[in-house]
Every structure is written in structure tokens, then in C-alpha cells.
């Protein structure tokens, strides 16, 4: 019986102490020891980072063990689940919405009072430049009716006109001084003598006029009427900067607007606010527009309507408390799917060990019409199979044992030793597809001095093609022996005979002979259907004929032969359809033009080398190892 620290299958105890833990406490006994006696600091300084040290290692090691127990089972672990896929992201989810809310209304804030401010800037300077434009006899009296006008909507408004022979002012008793003329046509902010000033100045040929209006707490709270207080700071730090004091009026300061509910959130924004210093033409320092309101007034101050705002807000709410009501039904859902899995996994899990046991007589109980319980009808018929899929497995694996023993016989059929010969290299590749291959080649020596040389390829592949390939090349090899052979097509005539006499009409395979002679340089050869071997003789690539139909097919197929006479440094290349005819991904065959390609490239290196060049670029072309077909090379190289 397990202990209960312990997980059912006999895993490791979770709470064993380990290295850690001992570390701890042998040195936790150690470290109050030379506390107490306050001797040896250095000694106590090194055991107490090494307590902090394996202390901390200990506690993370407990708390993964103490994670991994809690979640052992698959309904700790779906409830885990369900946390992180439902609840946490609708948590964060709810937690970016307000932030991108209160960011996108601070923004709207801060814009709603800007533009108010860039508003009155505006007509300053309209105001401005429209005096500018006066002709000089009316100037006077346009500047008392200006200022008469304006003087109401921007309390302390003062007007100064310079131009070539007088200064002009409004109202009359105004002490402002025109700033220097080096300033140029600007409206904003200004800062003069510390204290902050909307202004604008516009400018003629020989007159500029200056208007400012002194920027007080009310006129800033004025912008955006209920939208909460407004506040202009200075940010660089460099100059003084202060508002105006307001005359008294007994109205109350604005300040923050009361929170409609819980979830009316409190709005800081501000935003870069350029101030001019008149006594420095075109010198700027940077100050801050700063608003303090609510979501609410937001609203209700872009609304514009006292009720136009609450429809939307209880809108909102509404939604959210539909996805809360949602989330509450979604968890009950869950828990009870999550109580039928479970039950249906720990029957499953209990089956396992039965099995596990060699108890294959075992069954689970089966209840309801769905996919958990065609999960546990499907276990009971797996234990019900197991036992003859554990015969079949063994079967499998004698056949698999018998094909491994088929290859290892049929590698025993290729010639083992290559014939050493004064003027041409010979070598030969064969790659099965599957275990066995249908290809063959041979080379023999014959008692002429001459070699023999072959290459074949049997229609189909596996088993069936390997058994034909070894009846072709044994009586091959029993005619060569026999000493029967008079021109190779004389013995491929035979062949096909015997072939189509011991073998089904549907089996046939393609086959080269040639006779080579090395003294004199000449080989004689019979193509029985195969592809054209290739001859590459400085540079250039010439197919080699074809004498006949393939053998084993017909019994009265005749069979003609070629002489070619090789030169120095020709390569003669025979090779299988395995070869040419794998196919890319997008169905592109390899081909012979781009055997022939390869071949070009690497034609007067070692005969191996051009070998592993062919095998690697059909790999490469192909784009996996694996072969489609058997492949088979081989080449003679005339030295």
C-alpha cells in the first residue's frame, strides 16, 4: 500500500528531505551555535549566507514538490487549467480595458481643454493682426472699441500698438511695454516677470501690436466647465513660473468631480505645454497642461448633454455584468465536465494497472452515450485484442527477422571482389528501396581473359522482385560457368527463354550484357530494354543503343549487339530507373538531364567519388533520404 506522500505507481516520496534541506539543517544548529556565542564573525557571515543560500534552494524545492503533489491528479490539473484559460485572462483582459479607458479619457481630457485654450489663442491674434491692419488715424479709437469688445470674455485683456512715432494702450492706465522687436507673429503662452500670460503679437511694417491676458485659475478652470481643476506647471525648472491671482468671487475652486460608482476611475493626464519668455525673443521653456478628472465627466463633457452620458455607462456596466454572470455559469459547467472526466480518466487509469498486471480480463465500467464513454468501450475491446495483437507483434517480428536474413543472402549474391584490369575501373552501387532489392548487377572474369559485365532491373519491388532478380542472375552465372556464352546476345536470347519459361507472364526485367575486352579496348553489349548506359568521352554524353525488348516477356523476342571501342578517360555509366525517375515534392522527376549534368561535373574524378556525387544530388533533389525506388549504378572508367 502506498504512503500517502507518495504518488500511486511508486515515484519518489514528495516530501524525502534532500541535499538541500540536509544542508539546511546542519547548518541552521551551526549558525545559532556561533550566534550565541558571538565569536568568529567571519565564520558566522559565511554559515549565514550559506543558511540564506541553501534555505532559499530548499524552500523553492519543497514548494515545486508541494505543486507537482497538488497537481497530480487530472482534476487539480483541468481546475488549473480552467484558471489560466478563463479567469486569468478575463482578469487581464479587465485589467487592460480600464487602463486603455482611463489613458483614452486622460488623452480626451487634455485635448478638450487644449483645443479651448488653442481656441482663445486664436482670436487673441485674429484680434491682433486685425489692428495691425488698421490705418494709422483710426488706430486709437480702434483699439478702445477692440479692447471694449474683448474685455468682458478675457478679464485683465491689455493692448499695446508700437509703431515709428507712439506707443497706444488699452485700457489707458495699462503700464505694459511692447516686447522687443526681435520677437516674431506668435500666440500662446508667454512668461513675463515669472507670471503666465495668454498673448499674441502681430506685426506690420513699422507697428507690431501685443495683446495679453493674464492666466488665472478660474479662466484655466473655465476651458472645460465640469470637467475638473486644470493646472499649468513648470517642468525644466529654470524660471519661475505662477498664475495670476484671482479676484475673489465667492465661487467655489473646482476640484474633482465625485465618483458615480465604484468603478468611476480617477483621470491624471497632462501634456507638453511651450511657454515664451518675453523678456528673451524666441526663447521657450517647457511646462506642463495638467487635468484631474473622472471617467464620467469625460463622458458627460463630450456628450455635451446633462443625461446623455448614463445611458452609456449603464450600458457598459450591464455588459460587464452579463460576462460576469457568463464566467459564474462557465465555471459550473466546467467542474461538472470536469468531475465526469475525471471519474472516466481514474477507471482508466485503474484498467492501465490491471494491465499493467497481466490482468487482460479486466473491464471498466461504461456509463452514458458519449465520447468519454466510447473512450472506455474502446479499452474494454483494446484489452480484448491485446493478447492476439501480442501474437501478431511476434509475427512481425520472425517476418521481419526473415527479410533481415533475406538481405543478408541476397548482399551474398553481389560479387564480392571488383576485377583488377589494366585499363578500366569498375564499381557498383546497389540501394534497396525496402529491405530487398529488385536491381542486381554482376561482374565476372571469363576464362578468355575477357570480363563480363551486367545490370538489371526486375518489374515491381520487394520479395517477389528479389526471388526473380537472384533466378536471373544464378542462371546468369550458370551459363557464364558453363562455359555456353558465345556473344552476349546469344545468352541474353537464352535468359529470356528461361525466364519466360519458370516465371508468371506478368513478371519480366530490363537487362545489359556487355563482354569486355581489355586488351584490345572493345566491349560488346546487349540492352534487353534498359535504359541507355551513357558514355561520357571528353565532355561530351552519347546513349548507348538499345538491342531489344526486355526479357522474360516474350519467348520469340530476338536480340541484336553493339561494339563500342573505349578510349582514355571515357566513363561508361549503366544505371536503373531508381535513378531518373524519383520525383520532388512538386512531382518534377530527377531525369537524365541532370544524371547527366553530374556526370559532367565530375567525370574524371574517382570512380567512387562520381558514384557518391549521383547518390547525394538524387537524395538532395528528392529532399529526403529515403529511396523510391531501388538504385543501382554501375561504372567502368577507362584508364
Same mark, same amino acid.
Given at each position: 500500500?502506498?504512503?500517502?506522500?507518495?504518488? +500511486?505507481?511508486?515515484?519518489?516520496?514528495?516530501?524525502?528531505?534532500?541535499?538541500?534541506?540536509?544542508?539546511?539543517?546542519?547548518?541552521?544548529?551551526?549558525?545559532?551555535?556561533?550566534?550565541?556565542?558571538?565569536?568568529?564573525?567571519?565564520?558566522?557571515?559565511?554559515?549565514?549566507? !550559506?543558511?540564506?543560500?541553501?534555505?532559499?534552494?530548499?524552500?523553492?524545492?519543497?514548494?515545486?514538490?508541494?505543486?507537482?503533489?497538488?497537481?497530480?491528479?487530472?482534476?487539480?490539473?483541468?481546475?488549473?487549467?480552467?484558471?489560466?484559460?478563463?479567469?486569468? +485572462?478575463?482578469?487581464?483582459?479587465?485589467?487592460? @480595458?480600464?487602463?486603455?479607458?482611463?489613458?483614452? $479619457?486622460?488623452?480626451?481630457?487634455?485635448?478638450?481643454?487644449?483645443?479651448?485654450?488653442?481656441?482663445?489663442?486664436?482670436?487673441?491674434?485674429?484680434?491682433?493682426?486685425?489692428?495691425?491692419?488698421?490705418?494709422?488715424?483710426?488706430?486709437?479709437?480702434?483699439?478702445?472699441?477692440?479692447?471694449?469688445?474683448?474685455?468682458?470674455?478675457?478679464? !485683465?485683456?491689455?493692448?499695446?500698438?508700437?509703431?515709428?512715432?507712439?506707443?497706444?494702450?488699452?485700457?489707458?492706465?495699462?503700464?505694459?511695454? +511692447?516686447?522687443?522687436?526681435?520677437?516674431?507673429?506668435?500666440?500662446?503662452?508667454?512668461?513675463?516677470?515669472?507670471?503666465?500670460?495668454?498673448?499674441?503679437?502681430? &506685426?506690420?511694417?513699422?507697428?507690431?501690436?501685443?495683446? @495679453?491676458?493674464?492666466?488665472?485659475?478660474?479662466?484655466?478652470?473655465?476651458?472645460?466647465?465640469?470637467?475638473?481643476?486644470?493646472?499649468?506647471?513648470?517642468?525644466? =525648472?529654470?524660471?519661475?513660473?505662477?498664475?495670476?491671482?484671482?479676484?475673489?468671487? =465667492?465661487?467655489?475652486? &473646482?476640484?474633482?468631480?465625485?465618483?458615480?460608482?465604484?468603478?468611476?476611475?480617477?483621470?491624471?493626464?497632462?501634456?507638453?505645454?511651450?511657454?515664451?519668455?518675453?523678456?528673451?525673443?524666441?526663447?521657450?521653456?517647457?511646462?506642463?497642461?495638467?487635468?484631474?478628472?473622472?471617467?464620467?465627466?469625460?463622458?458627460?463633457?463630450?456628450?455635451?448633454?446633462?443625461?446623455?452620458?448614463?445611458?452609456?455607462?449603464?450600458?457598459?456596466?450591464?455588459?460587464?455584468?452579463?460576462?460576469?454572470?457568463?464566467?459564474?455559469?462557465?465555471?459550473?459547467?466546467?467542474?461538472?465536465?470536469?468531475?465526469?472526466?475525471?471519474?472516466?480518466?481514474?477507471?482508466?487509469?485503474?484498467?492501465?494497472?490491471?494491465?499493467?498486471?497481466?490482468?487482460?480480463?479486466?473491464?471498466?465500467?461504461?456509463?452514458?452515450?458519449?465520447?468519454?464513454?466510447?473512450?472506455?468501450?474502446?479499452?474494454?475491446?483494446?484489452?480484448?485484442?491485446?493478447?492476439?495483437?501480442?501474437?501478431?507483434?511476434?509475427?512481425?517480428?520472425?517476418?521481419?527477422?526473415?527479410?533481415?536474413?533475406?538481405?543478408?543472402?541476397?548482399?551474398?549474391?553481389?560479387?564480392?571482389?571488383?576485377?583488377?584490369?589494366?585499363?578500366?575501373?569498375?564499381?557498383?552501387?546497389?540501394?534497396?528501396?525496402?529491405?530487398?532489392? =529488385?536491381?542486381?548487377?554482376?561482374?565476372?572474369?571469363?576464362?578468355? !581473359?575477357?570480363?563480363?559485365?551486367?545490370?538489371?532491373?526486375?518489374?515491381?519491388?520487394?520479395?517477389?522482385?528479389?526471388?526473380?532478380?537472384?533466378?536471373?542472375?544464378?542462371?546468369?552465372?550458370?551459363?557464364?560457368?558453363?562455359?555456353?556464352?558465345?556473344?552476349?546476345?546469344?545468352?541474353?536470347?537464352?535468359?529470356?527463354?528461361?525466364?519466360?519459361?519458370?516465371?508468371? +507472364?506478368?513478371?519480366?526485367?530490363?537487362?545489359?550484357? &556487355?563482354?569486355?575486352?581489355?586488351? $584490345? !579496348?572493345?566491349?560488346?553489349?546487349?540492352?534487353?530494354?534498359?535504359?541507355?548506359?551513357?558514355?561520357?568521352?571528353?565532355?561530351?554524353?552519347?546513349?548507348?543503343?538499345?538491342?531489344?525488348?526486355?526479357?522474360? $516477356?516474350?519467348?520469340?523476342?530476338?536480340?541484336?549487339?553493339?561494339?563500342?571501342?573505349?578510349?582514355?578517360?571515357?566513363?561508361?555509366?549503366?544505371?536503373?530507373?531508381?535513378?531518373?525517375?524519383?520525383?520532388?515534392?512538386?512531382?518534377?522527376?530527377?531525369?537524365?538531364?541532370?544524371?547527366?549534368?553530374?556526370?559532367?561535373?565530375?567525370?574524371?574524378?574517382?570512380?567512387?567519388?562520381?558514384?557518391?556525387?549521383? @547518390?547525394?544530388? @538524387?537524395?538532395?533533389?528528392?529532399?529526403?533520404?529515403?529511396?523510391?525506388?531501388?538504385?543501382?549504378?554501375?561504372?567502368?572508367?577507362?584508364?
Amino acid at each position: 500500500m502506498n504512503a500517502p506522500w507518495r504518488v +500511486p505507481g511508486g515515484r519518489a516520496p514528495y516530501l524525502s528531505l534532500r541535499r538541500m534541506e540536509k544542508a539546511f539543517l546542519l547548518l541552521l544548529p551551526v549558525f545559532l551555535a556561533l550566534e550565541i556565542s558571538s565569536y568568529a564573525p567571519i565564520a558566522r557571515l559565511v554559515v549565514g549566507l !550559506g543558511l540564506v543560500f541553501t534555505g532559499t534552494w530548499a524552500a523553492i524545492g519543497i514548494a515545486r514538490r508541494l505543486v507537482r503533489k497538488a497537481i497530480w491528479r487530472l482534476r487539480n490539473r483541468l481546475i488549473v487549467a480552467y484558471l489560466f484559460i478563463a479567469v486569468v +485572462p478575463v482578469l487581464l483582459i479587465s485589467i487592460l @480595458v480600464g487602463t486603455a479607458a482611463r489613458d483614452l $479619457a486622460g488623452q480626451v481630457s487634455v485635448y478638450l481643454v487644449q483645443s479651448e485654450f488653442e481656441r482663445r489663442m486664436t482670436n487673441l491674434r485674429s484680434a491682433a493682426e486685425a489692428l495691425a491692419r488698421t490705418p494709422a488715424p483710426q488706430r486709437a479709437t480702434a483699439i478702445q472699441r477692440l479692447g471694449a469688445l474683448f474685455r468682458e470674455r478675457y478679464p !485683465g485683456l491689455e493692448i499695446v500698438l508700437r509703431d515709428a512715432g507712439a506707443v497706444l494702450r488699452f485700457p489707458s492706465e495699462s503700464t505694459l511695454d +511692447p516686447p522687443a522687436r526681435d520677437w516674431p507673429e506668435v500666440s500662446g503662452v508667454v512668461a513675463r516677470t515669472g507670471q503666465l500670460y495668454e498673448w499674441a503679437r502681430a &506685426a506690420g511694417d513699422t507697428e507690431d501690436v501685443t495683446v @495679453v491676458v493674464p492666466i488665472t485659475r478660474p479662466l484655466l478652470e473655465d476651458l472645460a466647465p465640469g470637467l475638473g481643476p486644470v493646472s499649468i506647471v513648470e517642468f525644466s =525648472g529654470s524660471r519661475p513660473m505662477r498664475l495670476h491671482e484671482s479676484p475673489a468671487t =465667492g465661487k467655489a475652486r &473646482a476640484g474633482v468631480p465625485p465618483p458615480v460608482n465604484m468603478f468611476d476611475l480617477s483621470i491624471r493626464w497632462a501634456t507638453n505645454l511651450p511657454v515664451a519668455i518675453w523678456e528673451t525673443p524666441q526663447a521657450t521653456e517647457d511646462a506642463l497642461l495638467g487635468v484631474r478628472s473622472r471617467l464620467s465627466a469625460v463622458v458627460r463633457q463630450i456628450s455635451r448633454e446633462s443625461a446623455g452620458w448614463r445611458p452609456l455607462l449603464a450600458l457598459l456596466y450591464t455588459i460587464a455584468v452579463g460576462f460576469l454572470l457568463v464566467e459564474i455559469v462557465s465555471v459550473i459547467i466546467g467542474v461538472s465536465i470536469t468531475r465526469a472526466v475525471t471519474a472516466a480518466v481514474h477507471d482508466l487509469y485503474e484498467g492501465t494497472l490491471k494491465v499493467q498486471a497481466g490482468d487482460f480480463a479486466h473491464r471498466i465500467p461504461v456509463q452514458g452515450n458519449d465520447q468519454i464513454a466510447e473512450l472506455s468501450g474502446s479499452f474494454n475491446r483494446m484489452t480484448e485484442n491485446l493478447e492476439r495483437l501480442l501474437i501478431v507483434a511476434k509475427e512481425r517480428e520472425r517476418l521481419q527477422a526473415d527479410l533481415e536474413i533475406a538481405r543478408e543472402v541476397q548482399n551474398q549474391l553481389l560479387p564480392r571482389a571488383v576485377p583488377v584490369l589494366e585499363r578500366l575501373r569498375i564499381l557498383a552501387v546497389c540501394r534497396p528501396a525496402r529491405m530487398v532489392s =529488385g536491381d542486381f548487377y554482376d561482374y565476372q572474369p571469363l576464362a578468355d !581473359g575477357r570480363t563480363a559485365l551486367a545490370i538489371g532491373d526486375v518489374a515491381g519491388k520487394g520479395i517477389s522482385a528479389a526471388l526473380l532478380m537472384a533466378t536471373l542472375q544464378s542462371t546468369l552465372r550458370t551459363h557464364l560457368r558453363g562455359g555456353e556464352m558465345h556473344s552476349p546476345s546469344s545468352l541474353v536470347s537464352k535468359l529470356n527463354v528461361h525466364l519466360h519459361a519458370h516465371t508468371s +507472364p506478368e513478371k519480366y526485367a530490363t537487362f545489359c550484357f &556487355a563482354v569486355y575486352d581489355d586488351r $584490345a !579496348g572493345r566491349l560488346i553489349y546487349t540492352n534487353a530494354g534498359h535504359l541507355p548506359p551513357l558514355l561520357i568521352r571528353r565532355g561530351e554524353v552519347k546513349p548507348l543503343d538499345v538491342n531489344g525488348m526486355v526479357v522474360g $516477356a516474350f519467348p520469340f523476342a530476338r536480340y541484336d549487339e553493339s561494339t563500342l571501342e573505349l578510349e582514355q578517360g571515357d566513363l561508361l555509366v549503366c544505371y536503373t530507373d531508381g535513378v531518373t525517375e524519383p520525383e520532388n515534392e512538386y512531382s518534377e522527376m530527377f531525369g537524365e538531364g541532370r544524371l547527366i549534368d553530374v556526370l559532367k561535373r565530375h567525370a574524371c574524378r574517382e570512380p567512387e567519388y562520381i558514384a557518391g556525387a549521383v @547518390v547525394e544530388s @538524387v537524395e538532395r533533389f528528392t529532399g529526403s533520404p529515403e529511396l523510391q525506388d531501388d538504385l543501382t549504378l554501375l561504372l567502368a572508367q577507362r584508364l
